[in-house]
């Protein structure tokens, strides 16, 4: 009696089993939402957001809360200036609306700039060293009346590690080229480091230039982020290791470098071999590597110190010797 009651356990479990695991096959997986429909979608939320919400900023140079900003919703019936009524002002803050064309559609960026700062731009292929604060954009109905919200998913406040930019969220790689460093970091002397004129923003970005439908940890698929950001170092990248740093093979010195359609003339490739001189290792298509012809007895030559076709280094004149042809 006890083995037949052990086999018929046995059965039923094995059924049990194969009937969770057939249902797990039929499940179906989102299909992928179109991007024009979901940009429409988070474009929406973004400008209710930009339009229901007021920052305070915080001023105080030299400290570690220089430039942190806090977003509070407009009450009903408040007199505060909305984030969207900073739109393309003379003064700052300044928001700005920019646009991309990714995923064959026109996306429009919204950032707002606190400080421009002063030091140098970073190009969208460069490091950058920035303390963040992380939200995405959400809505929930509950008895009909739907709310705009916004959670925090991440923040660093004293970064250790430079990000690359090519690398991160495409957000994060056109907007902080619209940003500078600030003065050369003063060390302290209990180890802290000093940051002051930096630049500082924030960055209301489509699910389309961030997760879109993967979502990311506790971010959710098809969420509008918000990141506000300081900029306190650059670290120039050599994506190709050719010797040459990428932004110095941004040719029409915009800070964006990117990979173009075919027929499409991309400002940033010499040859028009379809691939863009910072991630091309023969730029000019004579088959010899960059790196080779910027060597002088064995030795990678530091760029700057390459004159161009009449012996001049200036930053205007020394840009690529290796690409004038009647150079070689």
Request: proline fraction near 5%; hydrophobic fraction near 30%; glycine fraction near 8%.
């Amino acid at each position: 009696m006890n083995k037949f009651k052990y086999y018929f356990i046995l059965i039923i479990t094995c059924l049990s089993l194969f009937s969770c695991s057939k249902d797990d096959n039929s499940i179906e997986a989102e299909p992928l939402r179109d991007f024009q429909e979901q940009f429409t979608t988070d474009n929406t939320t973004i400008e209710e957001y930009l339009n229901s919400y007021y920052i305070n900023v915080t001023n105080a140079p030299g400290q570690p809360e220089d430039q942190d900003v806090v977003f509070t919703k407009i009450p009903t019936g408040g007199s505060q200036p909305s984030i969207m009524s900073y739109l393309n002002s003379s003064t700052f803050p300044k928001l700005i609306k920019k646009t991309l064309r990714l995923h064959e559609i026109d996306y429009g960026i919204y950032y707002l700039v606190l400080r421009e700062g002063t030091g140098e731009k970073p190009c969208n292929v460069d490091g950058v060293l920035s303390s963040y604060r992380g939200q995405y954009l959400y809505k929930t109905t509950v008895s009909e009346v739907t709310t705009l919200t916004s959670t925090q998913f991440e923040e660093v406040k004293y970064p250790q590690t430079f990000l690359n930019l090519y690398e991160t969220i495409m957000g994060w790689s056109e907007v902080f080229p619209e940003f500078r460093t600030g003065d050369a970091p003063v060390l302290n002397a209990d180890g802290t480091v000093t940051y002051n004129n930096f630049g500082a923003g924030v960055m209301f970005l489509p699910s389309g230039l961030g997760y879109y439908s993967s979502g990311s940890g506790s971010i959710p698929s098809y969420a509008p982020l918000v990141f506000s950001f300081k900029l306190y170092a650059i670290k120039r990248s050599d994506l190709d290791n050719d010797g040459i740093p990428s932004y110095l093979e941004d040719l029409n010195g915009d800070n964006y470098m990117r990979t173009f359609a075919t027929g499409v003339a991309n400002p940033d490739d010499f040859d028009g071999d379809g691939i863009p001189n910072y991630i091309d290792i023969d730029d000019d298509g004579d088959s010899y590597l960059t790196r080779s012809e910027i060597t002088v007895n064995g030795v990678v030559t530091p760029f700057a110190s390459i004159p161009d076709c009449s012996g001049n280094t200036t930053n205007a004149s020394r840009i690529k010797k290796h690409l004038d042809k009647n150079c070689h």
